[in-house]
């Protein structure tokens, strides 16, 4: 193997994607559904066709898109309580199911959805690092299957997607800048990053953590052009599931 290469943990190029797959069709009763896999971390993603919008939105010519996040007891590496069995959701399950809505929300024209809420659930079966990311990017494909079924029905009339969404993790490691970080990749890089792009090239979000330092401006750059490469191979992998998926 060439020396130019620099290996993560796992064994793969740090400027390589984890092996994806993207399954639709996985839940029989769910308008779209996507069980997306990166590396280890698999994440079941559905999608509903609701006849309704919040209450707050009645009247304004427009639909929603809302995300619910969690994470099955044994989907780490030691069992986690169910978050129904405390009573109430945790602070990271609350910020990362707002950043799948805010993220799918800017893939629709919602004045197109009038009267109708999509529901993206996303629950995470094995955890292995990137699980938000991950969510995001199944999340897309459950949610163009699932306007693919309300279009089929008659219930949307104009195809509201204006472009995809995806998602990805980068970090700054002692080896260098690592793309679609695992688990141990996360839990010891020097700088973690989420970057969500849509399919226009429009970053939608640059989540950013110095964990044991601060980052520099050099790194960033790197850090974004690394994760763009890896968000449009993300990208592809997305339409040739959706396309198949459709056939």
């Known amino acids: 193997m060439p020396s130019s290469i620099a290996l993560g943990r796992s064994g793969r190029d740090i400027k390589a994607l984890r092996d994806i797959s993207l399954t ?7 308008e779209g559904s996507c069980l997306i896999k990166c590396g280890q971390t698999e994440v079941l993603c559905t999608a509903t066709l609701q006849d309704n919008v919040p ?16 994470m099955l007891p044994r989907a780490t590496h030691d069992r986690k309580d169910r978050e129904a ?3 109430k959701q945790e602070g990271r399950t609350v910020e990362i199911q707002r950043l799948i809505g805010r993220s799918l929300r800017a893939s629709c024209d919602l004045t197109l959805l009038n009267g109708f809420t999509l529901w993206i659930d996303c629950d995470v079966l094995v955890a292995d690092g990137g699980t938000r990311t991950a969510a995001i990017t199944g999340g897309y494909v459950a949610l163009a299957l699932a306007v693919a079924e309300g ?3 008659g219930l949307i009339r104009v195809n ?9 993790s980068c970090g700054v490691t002692p080896s260098g800048v690592v793309l679609d970080m695992d688990y141990a990749e996360d839990s010891t890089c020097d700088v973690d990053g989420n970057f969500v792009m849509t399919g226009a090239g429009e970053w939608l979000e640059v989540q950013m953590t110095g964990e044991k330092r601060a980052l520099k401006a050099v790194e960033l750059t790197e850090m974004m052009a690394t994760a763009e490469k890896g968000i449009r191979e993300l990208f592809e992998l997305q339409r040739q599931a959706i396309e198949s998926a459709s056939r």
Do not use: D, S
């Open 151 to 153: 279009m089929r029905q």
């Open 24 to 30: 639709c069709h996985v839940n029989p009763h769910a």
């Open 55 to 70: 209450r707050w939105l009645k009247g304004q010519g427009k639909g929603w898109i809302t995300a619910e996040y969690g």
């Open 85 to 87: 069995t405390k009573g």
């Open 160 to 168: 509201p997607l204006k472009h995809p969404i995806a998602a990805t």
